[in-house]
């Protein structure tokens, strides 16, 4: 059966604080691994795509990495505004399978 | 980046009644769009994917005649709730993917759903 676990449920940081989040999957054939931010009571919003493991994508204070088997979202000196779900997804054909994302809570 | 609107963002209904939810992708075509829905504090579920002019291909488990999808148009999907019950309140969630071999999803803002 086809998984995707994202690891911590939760996570709160002091602001300045880096630390990353896990996103790890079971499937092959990968298409495409997505990361979101969902604040509460919003859709997601798009942040990366990763196609092949050694990519690494940046925006702002975020960075994705991806392996074989899993990716990581690192966070580097985050700031209030920061705090939202982070939800990871794989690609397989065109459809999404998302994880259960991370609570990320950055305290000022 | 890409803007998908729903419509309406929140709807208070009575059981046994119907609710249609509108998903517009405003700067683009999308020639997929999916529909998802989300329980508190639970990740995304698909529901179904809709293809322009075609009829949707349901998840398992997701009944057909209960939530009618349309996709009339490469900009416009509907989703029709039909004979509401409370089980059916949640957050419902459209996205609408261009054309290109590996696509991404744009979220549009949701629609809670809570039914009496």
């Known amino acids: 059966e086809d998984q995707v676990t994202q690891s911590p449920e939760a996570l709160r940081l002091q602001e300045g604080e880096s630390s990353s989040l896990n996103c790890s999957y079971t499937v092959s054939g990968l298409r495409g691994l997505f990361w979101y931010r969902q604040d509460p009571g919003k859709g997601p919003e798009f942040l990366f795509t990763?196609?092949?493991a050694g990519e690494e994508k940046e925006k702002e204070r975020l960075k994705a990495t991806l392996t074989k088997k899993e990716s990581f979202l690192h966070i580097t000196a985050p700031k209030p505004e920061d705090s939202a779900t982070y939800l990871c997804a794989r690609g397989i054909r065109e459809k999404l399978t998302f994880g259960t994302g991370t609570r990320l809570t950055i305290i000022p | 980046g890409a803007v998908v609107s729903q419509h309406p963002s929140w709807v208070i209904c009575k059981s046994g009644t119907s609710v249609k939810i509108e998903c517009r992708s405003l700067d683009f075509q999308a020639t997929t769009m999916f529909w998802y829905r989300q329980f508190p504090k639970q990740s995304l579920m698909l529901m179904a994917t809709?293809?322009?002019?075609?009829?949707?291909?349901?998840e398992q488990g997701v009944e057909k005649d209960k939530f009618l999808i349309n996709h009339a148009s490469l900009t416009l999907s509907t989703l029709t709730v039909t004979s509401a019950h409370p089980e059916d309140s949640s957050f419902y969630i459209c996205s609408a993917a261009g054309q290109g071999a590996i696509r991404e999803q744009f979220f549009g803002p949701g629609t809670r759903l809570t039914v009496l």
């Open positions: 990763l196609y092949s």
């Open positions: 809709s293809n322009e002019g075609s009829k949707a291909t349901y």
